[in-house]
C-alpha cells in the first residue's frame, strides 16, 4: 500500500491548478525573480507606479528589465482596464504534454472587473524563433484551463510612436495616474499653448466644424491614443498640420 505525499512550494510557485490563489495571493510577497543589469545585456530600470501608489500601495516601486519592459510599464500605467499590476508575480508549474515546465510572467495585471491577466512582454522579432513561438503557444493553451488571461505585447507595439512618447510625456506632466481626466486637463493646457501654431482663435473657430477632435475632450482622447502629441508634427484635421510643443519650447 503506496503512502501518500505532500508537496511544499516555496512562497510564490504554484501549479497551474492553483493559479487563482496565485493570484490572490500575489500582493502577499515580493517578486519572484529578481532583476539585475549587467553590462551588455538589458539595463535594469526602477520606476515609481502611481497607479499602483493609488491602488496597491506594495507595488509603488517597480523593477524594470530592459526598454521594452519599460514601455509595458507606460502602457499598463495608461491602460485604463488594469487597476494595479505587479512584475516577475509568481511561479507557475505546468506540463506541456512533454516536460514539466515553470513559468514565470513578466506582469500579473488586476483588471478593474476582478479578473486578473499575465502579461509576457516579447521582442516582436523573437516570434520568428520556432522554440519561442512553441513555447507561447504552449503557455496560451495551459492558461485556457484556467481563470486567469495570458497576453502577449509585442515591442512593435509597446514602442510605437507618437504613442508611447505622448505617454512618456503626459506622465511627466500629471501628478496622478494616467486617468482621462487627468489627461483632459492636461490637454487644455497645452491645446491653449498651441493656439499660436494654429493660427489663433478663428481658425480654431474653423478647424472645429471640420474635425471631432478639435474640442477640448476630443483632444484629450486623441492625446491619450497617441494620435497627436506634444513632440511630433501630425495633422489633427484633413489638410491642416499644428505643433503641439511642450512648455518651455518654442
Not at 478647424?207 to 502629441?229: M, Q, R, Y
Amino acid at each position: 500500500m503506496s503512502k501518500g505525499f505532500s508537496i511544499t512550494l516555496p512562497d510564490g510557485e504554484y501549479f497551474l491548478k492553483d493559479i487563482d490563489q496565485a493570484a490572490a495571493e500575489a500582493p502577499n510577497f515580493p517578486p519572484v525573480r529578481k532583476i539585475y543589469g549587467y553590462r551588455g545585456g538589458p539595463r535594469k530600470i526602477k520606476a515609481k507606479s502611481r497607479k499602483n501608489k493609488a491602488e496597491m500601495p506594495a507595488f509603488s516601486r517597480v523593477t524594470l528589465e530592459g526598454d521594452y519592459e519599460f514601455a509595458a510599464f507606460y502602457w499598463l500605467e495608461a491602460n485604463p482596464l488594469v487597476q494595479w499590476y505587479k512584475p516577475q508575480p509568481f511561479k507557475v508549474r505546468f506540463h506541456d504534454g512533454l516536460t514539466t515546465t515553470t513559468y514565470v510572467g513578466d506582469f500579473l495585471a488586476r483588471m478593474v472587473d476582478g479578473s486578473y491577466t499575465i502579461y509576457e512582454v516579447k521582442k516582436s522579432t523573437n516570434l520568428d524563433d520556432p522554440d519561442v513561438a512553441k513555447r507561447l503557444e504552449s503557455l496560451q493553451k495551459a492558461f485556457l484551463k484556467t481563470n486567469v488571461k495570458f497576453e502577449v505585447l509585442l515591442s512593435d507595439e509597446l514602442t510605437a510612436q507618437p504613442r508611447l512618447q505622448t505617454w512618456m510625456y503626459l506622465y511627466g506632466k500629471t501628478r496622478s495616474a494616467l486617468t482621462k481626466k487627468a489627461v483632459l486637463q492636461t490637454a487644455k493646457q497645452e491645446f491653449l499653448k498651441s493656439l499660436t501654431h494654429l493660427g489663433g482663435s478663428a481658425k480654431l473657430i474653423e478647424l472645429k466644424k471640420t474635425s471631432p477632435l478639435v474640442n477640448e475632450t476630443g483632444l484629450a482622447l486623441a492625446i491619450f491614443d497617441g494620435v497627436v502629441t506634444s513632440k511630433y508634427r501630425l495633422p489633427i484635421c484633413d489638410g491642416f498640420d499644428a505643433f503641439f510643443t511642450a512648455p518651455g519650447e518654442k
